[in-house]
């Protein structure tokens, strides 16, 4: 079974300054993807980014990157110039390439302050 | 393109009935997942449908069931309900040919 962790119940950072959310995951297996989804109070959970194992190369989305380190079994999300509007729930997800289910890790609890 | 969407959006129930959730999936989505998020945690995987038929399942008791409809629309029907059935549950959509998921905004159901 994957199991996903995430360490960092709650972070804080003002804006326009730069955050960066841990996320540590388990698995045997060598093909997967990994994501970062943000669920803000409206509930709605938005795919921030997605990576695929077998790239070496980290993605990138806007103001959004990755830091994908897979022998570490490690996939942190930096957030750089914050926004009031990235203030949510991140929640970092796997899944097999086999699979169909996202595993979730417990999530953070991200605060942007002015 | 039309999104995920879900309802209804709230949705109270006593202990022992029984409840019907729904979900229409993004355009050009064949494959449906319902997970259910209690207070604090992350989603837990439910099931999938995909043609009509379950795909694939989480550790959820029998009492979870669903359906899918023609138009890949579908249900997640809840039997006997307990009170830790309370929870927002989220459906997502996505395509056969790509792995991403897309969600709904979820319906949070209260069983008292």
């Known amino acids: 079974a994957q199991t996903v962790t995430q360490s960092q119940p709650e972070m804080s950072v003002q804006e326009a300054e730069t955050v960066t959310l841990s996320c540590t995951y388990d698995?045997?297996?060598?093909?997967?993807?990994l994501f970062w989804y943000k669920q803000p109070p409206s509930r709605q959970m938005i795919l921030v980014i997605r990576?695929?194992?077998?790239?070496?190369q980290n993605a990138t989305e806007n103001r959004f990157s990755v830091n994908f380190q897979k022998a570490a079994k490690s996939f942190s999300l930096k957030i750089s110039d914050s926004q009031l509007g990235d203030t949510a729930m991140y929640f970092c997800?796997?899944?097999?390439?086999?699979?169909?289910?996202?595993?979730f890790g417990k999530g953070t609890s991200l605060l942007v302050t002015p | 393109e039309t999104g995920v969407t879900q309802s209804p959006t709230h949705l109270i129930k006593t202990r022992g009935q029984q409840v019907t959730l729904r979900c229409s999936s993004q355009s050009g989505h064949n494959t449906v997942s319902w997970y259910q998020q209690a207070l604090g945690q992350g989603p837990q995987f439910i099931f999938q449908?995909?043609?009509?038929?379950?795909?694939g399942r989480g550790n959820f008791p029998p009492r979870f069931s669903g359906l899918q409809f023609p138009n890949y629309s579908s249900e997640l029907n809840v039997n006997a309900l307990e009170l830790d059935d309370s929870a927002l549950y989220l459906c997502a959509s996505s395509s056969a040919r790509e792995y991403e998921q897309y969600f709904g905004p979820g319906t949070r159901l209260t069983v008292t």
């Open positions: 997800a796997f899944m097999k390439v086999s699979g169909y289910a996202l595993n």
């Open positions: 990576q695929e194992a077998y790239k070496q």
């Open positions: 449908y995909y043609r009509e038929e379950e795909n």
């Open positions: 698995t045997s297996e060598n093909n997967y993807y």
